[in-house]
């Protein structure tokens, strides 16, 4: 991208790095932030988030699949007997196909892809303050129309 678009390579500067390993204070705060089909491949996506919101300083925008989860989970909370329900949930999934799928996560990780309430609480709880679901069109992939994958545009305030 730098290169088709001849942007000198002070202007942008591309780095590879592990979500976890990033220090966030010494990269600082940017305008504009995004955290595109990540969080569903890590063992720690709320971590990830509070990693993007530590590193935003205007807009955030985190692409993810989600799972069709809309029914309550029902766990127990300490007391027999005693029941809770949570909107917001989690599928676990190990991820295998590494060495074949680039697009993958790192080996043996179990990824926790989010329904739409998790990752609404998530971003909230790593201190964003302001949300706004993207709005698909009918054009869009079919994964954004059905809801199988959202982008949620988040501020700090
Ligand atoms: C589905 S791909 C998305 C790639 C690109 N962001 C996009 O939207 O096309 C998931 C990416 O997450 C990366 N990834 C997995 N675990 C990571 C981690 N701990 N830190 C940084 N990137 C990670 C993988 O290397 C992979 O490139």
Redesign the pocket.
Known sequence: MRDHFSIPSERLELR??????LDVSALGTFDVV?????V???ENPVG?IRVARALTSGLCVI?SQLTRQTEVIVHGNGQSGQFEEQPASFAALLETDQESN?????GG?VSFIPNRAALGIAVEAAGFTKLEWASPTATHNQQYVLGDRAVLCAWPQ
């Open positions: 590879c790095e592990d979500v976890y390993e995004l955290c595109l089909g990540l569903y491949h890590l990830a692409e680039m697009l993958a996560s790192s990780v």
